[in-house]
């Protein structure tokens, strides 16, 4: 290759920058039908098989049950809902597992406990070796079609990597929120629209089952539902998100019914976790494990409406979702999933009370805290913390009054039981959680921390503070969150201070800190808080990936290298990143390498516009101008309004001696304002 020795690096510039136009690459913003990635395994897809029935798995996120109707709220807000419940199998008692949205997800489509699969933080890479239902449906015939509606589910752009198995169209697509932009078209999808996704991608299948799953992130906050619920529910408005949603869930019902197609379908709804309102001190979810964020709606309505208006008193979990759906559909269960099918509670006629257990390593993981852990058996709610907790549910649904200290025995039980159950159900993950050897060094090459046993990373996340006495830093917290997403950054900067003052190691305070500081262009004093955090969570992939932006900003083109390596090692899939280490490489003259990501971009999205003008450029120095127009004529194409990509296009054409089109490339470039590059 005849590159002059300048060094590419010169020669494509700042232009390359990782970071220009971070919210500029969306990966799919464009209608559900056109977003289907086909599956790799169509070839080994058997024949549908006879009598397997549609499935329909509604995930209601933030919901929850005592705001439904079906159980008895008063308040009028899901009449679609409890429509639905009169043909269904209905759970008084469900619980989430875990009040945080990707893992509770997870234990949802695996049928196994946060303990077990490991996934429990935004991030966490579902391990390909877990059981996953729209997979092992998938494998029997099915079309698969997930519509989710947060980016925090978006297997993309590391949120959620692993998501997507087994699933012919997965219809995310959301992107950064530049300042000023509309939260429901960047960072969440709304109701109607999700719901109206997926009736497009239904109304196009090909004869066969298909698996549907719908996830509607509205009762989420910040609590903002359109109109006409805004104003009806305008003093409360969680509410209004919740009636909503269930209008939206009534919408797709009621296409259901019109195709014929509502009574053979097995429909199952959840909500992930709660809200805590307030309750205990909490103003959200995910730090406690009360009933406000873990006592869920359920309802499955099997196919046929069959045993329709049952209502199943034992208590169950979110780990039952997927075996149950299963063995309604006569499909086998996997021995690794650890729930258990709720038609064999049925069978049981649910006389055996069924202890739920529940955890959280949010605290610990984002605040520096205690991790909790609670077992709810028998009338007893106990909660494993630095100050153990339990309450009598009988005659304290509130959990208000703390009976650790004198029923002691009883705590002592519990507790017990707790770990009994823990050790029966965590073991068989760390295997499946531990990469090969080979990726094991390779992760630790790149600032993973090795993990050690599991025994005592458990202690450790059962170290530090008890989030009972903190609840209201973690409550500012989401506040700065909340900023941040909104990109009121100056806002946030302040707030976020003021919490570091009092607890200066806290990992996600110093997170957002640093991103806040990276948004303001403050790419120096972002640095500092940003190491900080992933020296807590080297294995946060949004956290390394805001590293390496940083660390580029400031001039550390070669220490962004292994943090945006890091990223693409845990994210394999997540096109910006890989755009973002192609721009490093090239730009620290590891040319042939930067080839690699940018080839590596390319098959993830086509159409990704920087990395055609990139691919491109480097070619046209290269001497290669034949491969170079085909990537700048696309860049040129996808941004025609591009100045870069015509004055690129036209210095290959003159390489090509296509003298005519390098002048119109150049008149184009004329027409369009900005600076030149170099
Ligand atoms: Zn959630």
Redesign the pocket.
């Known amino acids: 290759m005849a590159v002059r020795h300048l060094g590419i690096s010169f020669l494509v510039l700042f232009l390359f920058s990782p970071s220009a136009g971070i919210a500029q690459e969306p990966h799919g913003a464009k209608p559900a039908s056109k977003q289907i990635a086909r599956p790799r395994t169509e070839a080994a897809k058997p024949a549908p098989k006879a009598n397997l029935p549609n499935i329909i798995l509604i995930?209601l996120?933030?919901t929850r049950a005592d705001r439904m109707g079906f159980l008895g709220s008063t308040k009028g807000l899901t009449p679609n809902l409890d429509a639905m419940a009169k043909q269904a199998l209905v759970f008084p008692h469900a619980y989430s597992h875990v009040?945080?949205?990707?893992a509770?997800?997870t234990t949802i489509l695996t049928g196994t406990f946060p303990q077990y699969n490991r996934v429990n933080d935004f991030g966490v890479p579902l391990s390909d070796k877990l059981p996953y239902l729209p997979d092992l449906l998938h494998h029997r015939g099915y079309h698969t079609g997930a519509f989710v509606s947060?980016i925090?589910l978006d297997p993309l752009d590391g949120t959620a990597p692993g998501f997507d198995r087994g699933f012919d169209v997965y219809d995310a697509g959301f992107r950064k929120r530049p300042r000023g932009a509309d939260r429901y078209k960047t960072i969440e999808r709304r109701a109607g629209d999700v719901v109206n996704h997926a009736l497009g991608w239904l109304s196009q299948l090909p004869d066969g089952p298909f698996f549907l799953w719908v996830h509607l992130?509205d009762a989420?906050d910040p609590y903002d539902p359109p109109s006409p619920y805004k104003e009806r529910f305008a003093s409360a408005p969680y509410d209004g998100e919740i009636a909503y949603a269930d209008a939206s869930v009534g919408k797709l019902l009621g296409e259901l019914r019109k195709h014929g197609l509502y009574d053979e379908t097995m429909i199952a709804v959840m909500?992930?976790?709660g809200e805590s309102l307030g309750a205990h001190g909490e103003n959200t979810?995910g730090i406690f494990l009360y009933d406000e964020t873990l006592h869920v709606p359920l309802m499955i309505k099997l196919p046929l409406n069959r045993d329709a208006g049952t209502r199943v008193d034992a208590r169950v979990g979110l780990v039952d979702v997927a075996p149950t759906l299963l063995q309604a559909a006569g499909i086998a269960v996997p021995k690794e999933m650890q729930g258990q099918s709720a038609l064999e509670l049925m069978k049981d006629g649910a006389t055996q009370d069924r202890p739920a257990y529940a955890e959280t390593d949010y605290p610990h993981r984002g605040f520096g805290w205690s991790s909790l852990r609670a077992l709810r058996t028998g009338k007893y709610l106990y909660v494993q913390a630095p100050e153990r907790e339990l309450y009598n549910q009988a005659n304290d649904p509130g959990e208000l009054h703390n009976l650790a200290s004198q029923s002691a025995a009883v705590a002592d039980t519990l507790s017990g039981q707790l770990q009994d159950f823990r050790a029966r159900t965590s073991q068989t993950l760390v295997e499946l959680a531990k990469p090969d050897p080979e990726q094991m060094q390779k992760l630790q090459s790149l600032g993973y921390v090795a993990s050690s046993t599991a025994e005592t990373q458990d202690d450790k996340k059962l170290s530090g503070a008890d989030p009972k006495g903190k609840i209201q830093i973690s409550n500012d917290l989401h506040d700065a969150m909340l900023d941040v997403e909104d990109a009121r950054y100056q806002e946030a900067v302040p707030l976020l201070q003021t919490i570091l003052k009092e607890e200066p190691s806290m990992p996600v305070a110093n997170m957002q800190y640093g991103i806040a500081q990276a948004r303001l262009g403050n790419f120096r004093e972002a640095l500092a808080p940003l190491q900080k955090a992933i020296k807590t969570l080297p294995d946060n992939t949004l956290g390394r990936y805001e590293l390496g932006l940083a660390l580029f900003e400031s001039g550390d083109w070669k220490g962004a290298a292994p943090e945006f390596e890091a990223v693409v090692e845990r994210a394999p899939r997540w096109t910006d990143a890989h755009f973002s280490l192609a721009a490093v490489y090239a730009r620290i003259d590891r040319v042939p390498e930067a080839m690699t990501e940018l080839d590596t971009t390319l098959s993830l999205n086509p159409d990704h516009y920087r990395a055609n003008l990139l691919r491109g450029r480097i070619l046209s120095l290269q001497r290669n101008p034949v491969a170079a127009v085909t990537n700048l004529e696309k860049a040129a194409k996808v941004q025609p309004a591009s100045r870069e990509a015509h004055l690129f296009l036209a210095d290959a054409y003159q390489q090509l001696g296509r003298v005519v089109d390098a002048q119109h490339e150049l008149a184009e470039a004329k027409k369009l304002s900005g600076p030149t590059p170099q």
């Not at 009040?99 to 990707?102: D, E, K, L, S, V």
Request: proline share 6%.
């Open positions: 995930t996120d933030t009040p945080i949205t990707t509770s997800h947060s925090i992130y989420h909500a992930d976790h979810h």
